[in-house]
C-alpha cells in the first residue's frame, strides 16, 4: 500500500513536475496493486492519476502551441527548435542547450498520432493589407501571443507599412497535414543545468536556458495558388465600367479568414474577371508549369463550376506533397521546464489568452492608425476627390453638388480623426507595457498585473467611433452614387421634354425633307431617320429629288407630338 499512498498524496503542482513517461509509469503500477478495500477504492485513486495525467497532458502539449510563421525573420529560418529552450516571454531570446544532443536528435521524433490528411480552402482577400493579415495569420488564423514588440519592433513595422490598396485576390490553399511528431521519450537534461534546479538556482536556470522547450512539432506541405485580379473580361456584367462606386473605398477593418463561402459568387468573380496566376509550393519540390496550365484552360473555359474545377487540380496536384520527408513545420508544441523541478514561473493558458487579446489590439492599433494617416495625409482628400471622379461620370448633373459635400464632410469630420489618431498614437507605447507585464513569467494570470479584460473592448470602442466618422462620409458618396444611378435611368426624352418623329421613305429614290419651307435633310432611298421634337404640330413636305420622267411627287405631311416622349411615324415616296 506504499506506492498508493505516495500517488494519492502527490498534488497536482508535484505531479506536473512529474515527466509523462513517469505518469504513465504510475498507473502501470497501480493497476497491479491490490487494494484493501473495495474495488471501489481501487478506481476512485485510478481515476484521481488518471484526470491529473491527462489534464496536464492536454495543458502541457496540445494547448501549448504556437504557429512556426511567427518566427520568421525576413526569410530566414525559424530560430528555436526541437529541444531547443526559450524564454516564453521574448520567444526570440535565445537559449543555451540544456539537454544532451543525443536525446534531441530531430530523428528521435515520431508521429504521435494520425496520418495525413489533405484539405482545401479558398479565401477572397480585396486589399494588400487583408492578403497581408491571411498569409501572417497562421494556421490558427488568428494573431498569437508572441511578442510583437520584439525584434525590434520590425512585427510592428511590418504592420504599420502594409498597403490598403484595392488588390483583389482568390487564394487557393491546399494543406497536407502529417499531425505532430514529438519525443517518445523526455530529453535527457545536462548535468550543468540539472545542479542549478537541484540547488534552487532558478534565475540563473532561466537566464541560461530559458523556461520553456520544444517538445513537438506539426508537419504540413501546402500549395498555395493566388489569382491576382488583373481587369474585368470583355462583355462583364460586373466590371467598374457599370457598378457606380466600385473602388471607392474607405479604410476598413480586419479580421477573420477572409474563407469564400458562396462558390457561386465566387464562380461569377471568376468568370467576369482576368486572373493573373502565382503558385508557391510549401514541402517537396514540384513541377507548377502543368498546374498553371491547367488553371489557364480553367479560366479561359465558358464552364460554369471553374471554381470547383480549380480546386480540383490542386487537391490533385497536392497528392504530390505525401511525402512528409521534407516537409516544412507549421507549428511548434512547448512544455514547461517546471517538469525537471524548474519553479517560481507563473505561466498557463489565461496568460497566453490574455496576451493574444494584447496583441490583437496592437494589430488594431497599428493597422488603424496607418489608415489614418493615409486618410489624413495634406492629399489625403484630393486622393479621394480623384477617386471619385473615376467613377461618376462628368454627364451626371449634380456631380459637383455631390463633390462639394464630400469636400465638406471630409472637413468636417477631419479634426474629430485626428483626435482618435492622437490617441492611438500613445497605445503602442501602453500596450507594451501591458504586454510586458503580464508576460513577465513572475506576473500570476490571476493577478492584477495580466487583467487585460478592458483592452479588447476598449479598443473597439475606439474602432467604432472612427467607423462612425468614416460612415458619414460613406452616406455622402453613397448618396451620390444612388442619384447618378437614379438619374441614369431616367430616358434622355423625359429629361429633356421631347418626342420623337421616325420619317420612312418607301421609295427607292432620295427625297428632300422640309419644314414648312425650310429645307432639312435628304433622304436616302429606303432609309428611316429620326428627329427630337418638342411638343407641339408640326407640317412637313417631302419632294422627290431624282428619278422621276416628267415631274416630281411631293407629300405633305402634318404631325402632333402631345406628350413627352412619344413617338410618330410619316411614310413618304409615294402618291398620296
Given at each position: 500500500m506504499k506506492t498508493m499512498l505516495l500517488v494519492f498524496e502527490v498534488n497536482p503542482e508535484q505531479l506536473?513536475?512529474?515527466n509523462r513517461h513517469l505518469c504513465f509509469d504510475i498507473l502501470k503500477s497501480i493497476v497491479f496493486l491490490t487494494c484493501n478495500q473495495t474495488s471501489l477504492c481501487f478506481m476512485r485513486y485510478f481515476n484521481i492519476v488518471l484526470f491529473t495525467c491527462v489534464s496536464f497532458l492536454i495543458n502541457a502539449q496540445s494547448t501549448s502551441v504556437f504557429d512556426a510563421c511567427y518566427f520568421d525573420r525576413d526569410g530566414a529560418k525559424p530560430p528555436i527548435k526541437a529541444g531547443k529552450g526559450f524564454h516564453i516571454n521574448d520567444v526570440y531570446k535565445q537559449t543555451r542547450s540544456c539537454f544532451t544532443p543525443e536525446s534531441v536528435k530531430p530523428d528521435l521524433m515520431t508521429n504521435s498520432g494520425g496520418g495525413s490528411s489533405t484539405t482545401i480552402k479558398v479565401h477572397y482577400t480585396s486589399s494588400e493589407e487583408e492578403y497581408y493579415y491571411l498569409r501572417t495569420s497562421g494556421s490558427s488564423g488568428k494573431i498569437g501571443f508572441l511578442n510583437l514588440f520584439s525584434v525590434g519592433g520590425s512585427k510592428l513595422e511590418q504592420y504599420a507599412t502594409m498597403e490598403h490598396q484595392s488588390t483583389e485576390r482568390l487564394v487557393f490553399i491546399a494543406r497536407t497535414d502529417f499531425g505532430v511528431y514529438s519525443y517518445d521519450t523526455d530529453p535527457i537534461i545536462l548535468p550543468e543545468p540539472k545542479a542549478l534546479l537541484e540547488g534552487g538556482k532558478y534565475g540563473d536556470f532561466i537566464d541560461m536556458y530559458g523556461t520553456h522547450y520544444i517538445s513537438g512539432v506539426r508537419k504540413q506541405n501546402s500549395i498555395?495558388?493566388?489569382?491576382?485580379?488583373?481587369?474585368?473580361?470583355?462583355?462583364?456584367s460586373t466590371g467598374t465600367q457599370n457598378t457606380v462606386g466600385v473602388g471607392v473605398e474607405l479604410p476598413s477593418r480586419l479580421g477573420g479568414t477572409y474563407e469564400v463561402t458562396d462558390e457561386t459568387k465566387a464562380n461569377q468573380l471568376i468568370s467576369n474577371s482576368n486572373y493573373s496566376i502565382s503558385i508557391e509550393v510549401y514541402g517537396p519540390a514540384m513541377e507548377k508549369g502543368s498546374l498553371e496550365r491547367g488553371i489557364n484552360g480553367i479560366l479561359s473555359s465558358k464552364r460554369a463550376d471553374q471554381l470547383k474545377g480549380i480546386k480540383d487540380l490542386i487537391v490533385?496536384?497536392?497528392?504530390?506533397?505525401?511525402?512528409p520527408t521534407n516537409s516544412y513545420i507549421a507549428q511548434y508544441y512547448y512544455s514547461p521546464f517546471t517538469l525537471y523541478g524548474l519553479k517560481s514561473i507563473y505561466w498557463d493558458q489565461k496568460k497566453e489568452q490574455e496576451l493574444s487579446q494584447v496583441n490583437e489590439a496592437v494589430f488594431t492599433v497599428c493597422t488603424t492608425k496607418s489608415e489614418l494617416d493615409e486618410f489624413l495625409a495634406p492629399d489625403g482628400l484630393n486622393?479621394?476627390?480623384?477617386t471619385v471622379n473615376m467613377y461618376i461620370p462628368d454627364n451626371f448633373s449634380q456631380k459637383q453638388f455631390y463633390l462639394g459635400e464630400i469636400r465638406k464632410t471630409y472637413n468636417k469630420i477631419q479634426p474629430t480623426?485626428?483626435?482618435y489618431k492622437k490617441q492611438l498614437d500613445t497605445s503602442i507605447s501602453y500596450l507594451e507595457k501591458v504586454y510586458l507585464r503580464c508576460s513577465d513569467i513572475r506576473c500570476n494570470s490571476?493577478?492584477?498585473c495580466c487583467n487585460n479584460s478592458n483592452i479588447e473592448s476598449k479598443y473597439k470602442n475606439i474602432?467604432?467611433?472612427i467607423d462612425a466618422e468614416y460612415q458619414k462620409l460613406l452616406d455622402v458618396i453613397e448618396a451620390a452614387a444612388k442619384a447618378y444611378v437614379s438619374e441614369a435611368s431616367v430616358p434622355e426624352c423625359q429629361k429633356e421634354k421631347i418626342g420623337y418623329l421616325y420619317v420612312v421613305n418607301k421609295s427607292t429614290n432620295p427625297y428632300e425633307l422640309y419644314q414648312g419651307d425650310e429645307f432639312i435633310q435628304t433622304l436616302s432611298g429606303g432609309s428611316t431617320t429620326t428627329f427630337k421634337l418638342k411638343a407641339g404640330t408640326y407640317k412637313f413636305k417631302a419632294t422627290q429629288r431624282s428619278g422621276y420622267a416628267f415631274y416630281p411627287t411631293v407629300n405633305y405631311r402634318t404631325i402632333t407630338i402631345s406628350n413627352i416622349c412619344e413617338e410618330v411615324t410619316i411614310k413618304v415616296g409615294f402618291e398620296d
Open positions: 506536473f513536475i512529474i498555395w495558388v493566388v489569382l491576382t485580379r488583373t481587369g474585368a473580361s470583355s462583355g462583364s490533385s496536384a497536392a497528392k504530390g506533397l505525401s511525402d486622393k479621394l476627390i480623384d480623426l485626428k483626435i490571476v493577478s492584477n474602432d467604432t467611433k
